[in-house]
């Protein structure tokens, strides 16, 4: 189950009119942060990424399953279940059984995964396999809901070669 405040800063995300992966990011964010505090683990950046989206796709977020041939079916059946399960009103009763064996198995699994080197090959191996015209697109989406604060403070940090200014 989601941390409340997750909740709360995907719905932020949804009024602002932000995109259904942004929102989810969300839910990655917390997980990625899960597995750093040492809750559970992950095998690699990728699980833990995809265990954000299931969460997100299983608290209503809107974001659709991956389209065929960009995942295994088996991921896509899944994704397509978690997304069922978010947009329909009923919610059946988690087998404590199956929680306990999920979490357990998990526990198992490093902590690596969410470390920043992971991470950082983990965005710029997706960065590589999307195209600039995708970029571009994804650039163009930014400027239209960022605001002008937020395009200010995304230069500046990209001015300071990628660092906040409280890392400074």
């Given at each position: 189950?989601?941390?409340?405040?997750?909740?709360e800063?995907?719905?932020?995300?949804?009024?602002?009119?932000?995109?259904?992966?942004?929102?989810?990011?969300?839910?990655?964010?917390?997980?990625?942060?899960?597995?750093?505090?040492?809750?559970?683990?992950?095998?690699?950046?990728?699980?833990?990424?995809?265990?954000?989206?299931?969460?997100?796709?299983?608290?209503?977020?809107?974001?659709?399953?991956?389209?065929?041939?960009?995942?295994?079916?088996?991921?896509?059946?899944?994704?397509?279940?978690?997304?069922e399960?978010?947009?329909?009103?009923?919610?059946?009763?988690?087998?404590?059984?199956?929680?306990?064996?999920?979490?357990?198995?998990?526990?198992r699994?490093?902590?690596?995964?969410?470390?920043?080197?992971?991470?950082?090959?983990?965005?710029?191996?997706?960065?590589?396999?999307?195209?600039?015209?995708?970029?571009?697109?994804?650039?163009?989406?930014?400027?239209?809901?960022?605001?002008?604060?937020?395009?200010?403070?995304?230069?500046?940090?990209?001015?300071?070669?990628?660092?906040?200014?409280?890392?400074?």
């Open positions: 189950m989601p941390e409340q405040e997750t909740l800063r995907a719905r932020q995300d949804e009024r602002e009119g932000k995109s259904a992966s942004t929102q989810a990011g969300e839910f990655v964010r917390e997980e990625i942060e899960h597995v750093r505090q040492g809750k559970h683990g992950a095998r690699s950046s990728q699980q833990a990424i995809a265990i954000g989206l299931s969460k997100a796709r299983r608290a209503g977020i809107k974001l659709p399953p991956p389209s065929e041939g960009k995942t295994s079916a088996k991921t896509q059946k899944q994704a397509e279940r978690d997304y399960k978010g947009q329909s009103e009923g919610s059946r009763k988690v087998s404590p059984r199956r929680s306990r064996g999920a979490k357990r198995a998990l526990k699994e490093g902590t690596e995964a969410a470390s920043p080197a992971s991470l950082s090959r983990q965005a710029q191996v997706s960065a590589r396999r999307r195209g600039s015209a995708d970029r571009s697109r994804a650039a163009q989406q930014a400027v239209r809901t960022k605001g002008l604060q937020g395009r200010v403070r995304a230069a500046r940090t990209r001015q300071a070669g990628g660092r906040s200014h409280s890392d400074s």
